[in-house]
């Protein structure tokens, strides 16, 4: 029996990318999934270990240092570069032939002082990216795969029954609470056009950034807005499924993606109609008025009139938008696909052939 892939995992606990992947790959090879914060959720069949928020930081490269001679991988796999900054320079200089790197938008498109020394050491590296603007950024000097994230086509299939009354329009925003998603120009929008929006329920939910969100509650609670709105926290699966299901417009106000975010490509999936910023990667997998919605970047009045211009349009129009963005989603970015072409990166790395 041909022996499994030893792969170590390094990721944030909550990310939703980093667990759909190594959930995909749990009952192929052997994971140990090496996390920072805390787990949204746990996998069947895989090793967890925690980098304890306690140690200080020249301390936490040493730890996983002697944490990887114990269990000698293959490959490891770095999901996010800042927010493993110490770990992943002492990954690429000592472990370079296993190391595959997975930046984020974050990494390289508003990188600190010491990002950017990392990017210097990491030429000729192994990197997975989802997005064209990294993958051009980086392939002279790297081994660059242009590996999206997937979506699970037959879970994210259809539109069903709505839960909420046929009076209320439902809008779903679930990006989370940092500062980057943005979620403030959505409730001011609100606030400013709450004589037109009265009928409408805005739902946010993600990931808390909790001086984010109590600002955002806050100034929900001043302006009278919390019939209208609801502040949501991560949802499992099931429930987050029946939010996005029994919406009318899936938003992203995101200020910076790289490449196309989970929640955008599972709304698509779903035949939701989707609103989203115009930035990075976003107008590759979204033609405006055809398969979804842009607005320009962090611009109230664009965002206004692109989602008044939304509820506007005839039924035929949007259910052919809903049609052509599950096309686009079966073509581009089916999950098995896409983990099959990481499978042959891993199979050939970890055999030495690249």
């Given amino acids: 029996m041909k022996k499994k892939i030893n792969l170590v995992f390094l990721a944030p606990g909550n990310s939703v990318h980093s667990y759909k992947w190594i959930k995909y790959f749990s009952k192929k090879y052997k994971i140990t999934w090496i996390y920072t914060g805390k787990l949204s959720d746990k996998i069947k069949n895989i090793k967890y270990l925690n980098l304890p928020d306690g140690l200080i930081l020249p301390i936490l490269p040493i730890f996983f240092l002697f944490k990887i001679i114990q269990l000698k991988p293959d490959i490891i796999h770095i999901h996010s570069i800042s927010k493993n900054l110490f770990i992943g320079i002492l990954a690429v200089l000592f472990f370079k032939k296993k190391v595959i790197l997975n930046p984020w938008g974050s990494d390289f498109f508003y990188p600190n002082y010491l990002v950017k020394i990392l990017q210097k050491l990491i030429k000729k590296n192994y990197i997975f990216t989802d997005s064209f603007q990294i993958k051009n950024k980086l392939k002279e000097n790297n081994k660059v ?8 086509l037959d879970y994210y299939n259809s539109r069903k029954i709505k839960y909420f009354t046929n009076s209320s329009k439902i809008i779903f925003c679930p990006r ?6 943005n979620q403030f120009l959505i409730i001011k929008f609100l606030k400013k056009n709450y004589k037109k929006l009265r009928n409408f329920i805005f739902i ?3 990931n808390i950034n909790i001086s984010e969100y109590n600002k955002l509650k806050k100034y929900v609670d001043k302006n009278k807005l919390n019939k209208n709105v609801k502040l949501l926290g991560n949802l499992n699966k099931k429930t987050y499924k029946q939010y996005l299901l029994q919406s009318d417009l899936v938003i992203s106000a995101s200020k910076s993606d790289a490449g196309l975010s989970s929640s ?5 999936s779903s035949k939701c109609l989707v609103l989203c910023t115009n930035n990075r990667d976003n107008p590759y997998w979204i033609n405006d008025c055809i398969s979804g919605f842009l607005f320009e970047n962090n611009n ?5 009139r692109k989602f008044f211009k939304i509820f506007n349009l005839s039924n035929k129009k949007l259910n052919l938008v809903r049609s052509l963005a599950r096309e686009i989603q079966i073509n581009n970015n089916d999950l098995n696909k896409e983990m099959g072409k990481a499978a042959t990166i891993y199979n050939n790395i970890s055999s030495s052939n690249y």
Avoid: H, P, T
Avoid at 264 to 268: F, L, Q
Avoid at 300 to 304: A, K, P, V
């Fill in 145 to 152: 795969f242009k590996i999206n994230f997937g979506v699970d």
């Fill in 176 to 181: 989370g609470y940092d500062k980057i998603y």
């Fill in 204 to 206: 946010f939910s993600g």
């Fill in 264 to 268: 955008i490509a599972e709304a698509m």
């Fill in 300 to 304: 109230l009045g664009n965002f206004e």
